[in-house]
């Protein structure tokens, strides 16, 4: 059967993207193994999914002739089955090998997906290493061939012949029968028949439909639960008979499968290899191909290895090289991410037409209205359950890009010559795939940054009364509709003194001027700076946290910093958890519509002129359940003329934020809650301070979604701070 080139390239599209998945994974086990799971069951478990890491990888590798990353892969098999089988043992250099293995074989697959040149010279030596630890160990060689059995034992009571079947399904998963037969062959003396009584005519020939069965019969002293271990990555997805056989060559228990087992005759005297032949159409059930690995015993062969050890070969779990799903599961597909994209886009125009029709319903004769508005509410509540239903395709857990910092962390950690240990929490928390692929490098930056400037050196830490052993902290939780991630340390901290001297004498604070410590903080969001004094592969260049605070800003998000000296930095970035749909409540401040994300929103009202109070060089504050909220107007932030500037006569909209906590905003008319669709306003124009994001509205107008953190620093920045309970008057009970 041959493949078009569109079939081809969609594919290779696939391999890829179950390559990035693999590596992925195959990060977190590795880390699992540096990071002391030492217990043999659970460090064989580890091994054995490196493992199958590695096969799934090397298949897809050979499938497109990528040589070299099926070579890699291949080699990285050989040296994970000897680690699994105790063949070989798990050292700190053989551990090493394998993290630079891992960083080798993402490299290559990365080339491979670009179509440049990757450093194949670095993989050939990482490969031939591996090697030499597989050769060290005292195995044979690795390369694909059928192995001699195991010599069978001088008792011959001790050994018991088995008759063993798998069937046409076990292709369906992409499985390759010839190498579970080596590794059976491994096992003891066996005799290898390919079943061809399934084979159709030509006419009814279906070239994508499994057709040929095996028979086998194998001779050994290995326990059933040896011969099982071969099967263990198939189970679920073939057909497999494994039955004992008597002295006649009959089955001497069944164990129940989907078809009954075809007795197998006594193996020939001598070791032979047939061709199949096809059986003629009135006798179907005669035809068979034999094929036979039995070695004399005179031979020279190798010594047998402990049953644990020769249960599974490199070959042999090559047909675990494709999970599939066991019958009755849930199944997957892989879907085009532009397909999802598509459905999101159509989704946010149903609900802008949705918005329209309400606004029409407005202009209807009483009685069609109230028919109307019934038939609205239908159309909104499948309209929202299609739109979580979408966006639930989009959602992935932040764990994807988690797992790739605890590497990067203890690989800085030994460049820097310190000692750092990587804690995580709220790796489940799912955000949209395109925030999720956005966030990797800003992230990156923040962790080396934590590193390199926070963490102090051993010998410094010591000094200062702490552990020798740094601390970074990571996290993501959801919160108010949007993700908070946190980048935390115990280090020093900002060492503001210097940070305001270089500003200086890089004119970007003037020298009579007394900035606050925010005022300093936000100094290293400035393009160009940095405090180091030299330029290393680390830091120094002066790029950085400017480029981390506009990508987070392009995605609506923004980026804050939190620091104490001598305890610590916090870096905190929150992003919207999608950047498709929003509830959002629609708000009138002079002539101008905005919308007030609804997460933020805790409650609204009109206060009495007597609540509220000035504070002088500060702002207003309002006295509202029993407390003091500072306020916001909206008017004085964006400068709009005609908009209320009192709030006794306005609305006060207390709402949550990230900065400045709980606030109360100033705005003239609430005009209802609504469901808007989120278009990036950086992608077409610029960064508009104060505003996240814009939206289209029922009636085509345009509106902008607020960005309310940076509403309260525009209102901070006129009035130099924002009133506090401390700056309020008492109490109105003490007074």
């Known amino acids: 059967m041959s493949f078009t080139p569109d079939i081809m390239d969609e594919l290779r599209v696939t391999f890829f993207d179950e390559c990035s998945e693999y590596l992925l994974r195959n990060e977190e086990l590795l880390g699992t193994l540096r990071d002391g799971a030492r217990n043999g069951t659970h460090e064989r478990e580890t091994l054995d999914a490196v493992f199958r890491v590695a096969h799934s990888i090397k298949a897809g590798a050979a499938a497109f002739g990528l040589t070299a990353l099926a070579d890699l892969t291949h080699r990285m098999e050989a040296a994970l089955d000897r680690l699994r089988t105790g063949r070989l043992a798990l050292t700190p250099p053989m551990l090493a090998l394998l993290l630079e293995s891992g960083d080798a074989l993402a490299e290559q697959v990365e080339a491979a997906r670009e179509g440049t040149g990757a450093d194949g010279e670095r993989a050939r030596q990482i490969a031939e290493r591996l090697a030499e630890a597989v050769d060290a160990a005292g195995t044979a060689t690795t390369a694909v061939t059928v192995q001699a059995p195991a010599p069978l034992p001088a008792d011959p009571d001790a050994l018991r012949r088995w008759a063993i079947q798998f069937r046409p399904t076990a292709y369906s998963g992409g499985n390759e029968p010839l190498l579970i037969i080596r590794a059976l062959g491994r096992l003891g003396r066996l005799v290898s028949q390919l079943d061809l009584t399934r084979l159709p005519d030509i006419e009814n020939f279906d070239p994508t439909e499994p057709v040929l069965a095996w028979r086998i019969e194998l001779e050994t002293d290995h326990p059933e639960s040896d011969i099982r271990e071969v099967f ?88 675990g090289a494709r999970g599939g799903t066991a019958p009755g599961g849930k199944g997957t597909i892989r879907v085009d991410l532009d397909r999802v994209d598509r459905l999101v886009d159509m989704v946010g125009e149903l609900v802008i037409t949705e918005a329209t029709l309400t606004q029409l319903c407005r202009e209807l ?43 990067m962390v203890r690989d800085l950690a030994g460049r820097l010559g310190k000692t750092v240990e990587l804690s995580m929490a709220g790796e489940a928390t799912e955000v949209d795939k395109t925030i999720i692929e956005e966030l990797a490098d800003p992230l990156t930056h923040m962790i080396r940054n934590a590193l390199d400037h926070g963490i102090e050196r051993p010998e410094d830490r010591r000094a200062a009364g702490k552990p020798e052993c740094g601390t970074v902290f990571l996290s993501a939780e959801n919160k108010g509709g949007r993700i908070v991630i946190r980048v935390e340390d115990d280090g020093r901290g900002i060492d503001r003194p210097r940070v305001l001297a270089k500003a200086r004498a890089l004119g970007l604070v003037a020298a009579d001027a007394a900035p606050s410590d925010d005022e300093i903080d936000a100094l290293l969001f400035a393009p160009g700076f940095s405090t180091s004094e030299s330029v290393t592969d680390v830091s120094g260049r002066g790029v950085g946290m400017d480029v981390v605070q506009r990508n987070i800003q392009s995605l609506g998000g923004r980026v804050t910093v939190q620091s104490e000296p001598g305890r610590g930095t916090r870096w ?30 805790l409650e609204s009202t009109r206060p009495k002129a007597s609540d509220v109070h000035e504070v002088v060089g500060s702002g207003t504050v309002v006295f509202l359940r029993g407390d003091w909220l500072p306020l916001v107007r909206m008017a004085e932030v964006f400068q709009l003329p005609g908009a209320e500037h009192d709030p006794s006569r306005g609305i006060v909209v207390r709402v949550e934020t990230d900065t400045a906590g709980v606030i109360g905003l100033v705005v003239d008319e609430l005009l209802g809650q609504q469901q808007v669709v989120v278009k990036p306003i950086e992608q077409n124009f610029t960064h508009v301070r104060g505003v996240a994001a814009t939206t289209i509205l029922g009636n085509g107008r345009v509106c902008l979604i607020l960005d309310l953190d940076d509403c309260v620093a525009m209102a901070r920045d006129r009035r130099h701070a924002l009133p506090d309970a401390a700056s309020a008057p008492p109490p109105r009970a003490a007074a």
């Open 232 to 319: 263990e990555f198939v189970e679920d997805e073939a057909d497999i008979r494994i039955d004992l056989m008597k002295d006649d060559g009959s089955a001497m228990a069944a164990i129940p499968g989907p078809a009954p087992a075809t007795p197998i005759p006594p193996p020939p005297a001598t070791p032979r290899i047939a061709a199949p032949v096809a059986a003629p159409a009135s006798a179907p059930a005669a035809a068979a191909a034999t094929m036979s690995t039995a070695t004399p015993a005179s031979a020279s062969v190798p010594a047998p290895t402990p049953p644990q050890a020769a249960a599974v070969s490199e070959d042999a779990t090559a047909s």
């Open 365 to 407: 004769d009483s009685r069609t209205q109230r028919r109307m508005i019934a038939a609205l509410k239908g159309l909104s509540a499948h309209s929202r359950k299609l739109q979580d239903a979408v966006m639930a395709i989009r959602m992935q857990p932040v764990k994807s890009i988690f797992a790739r910092m605890p590497r």
């Open 572 to 601: 905190t970035m929150t992003l919207p958890l999608t950047l498709a749909v929003l509830d959002g409540m629609l708000v009138r401040v002079g002539t101008e519509l905005y919308v007030i994300p609804l997460a933020n929103i």
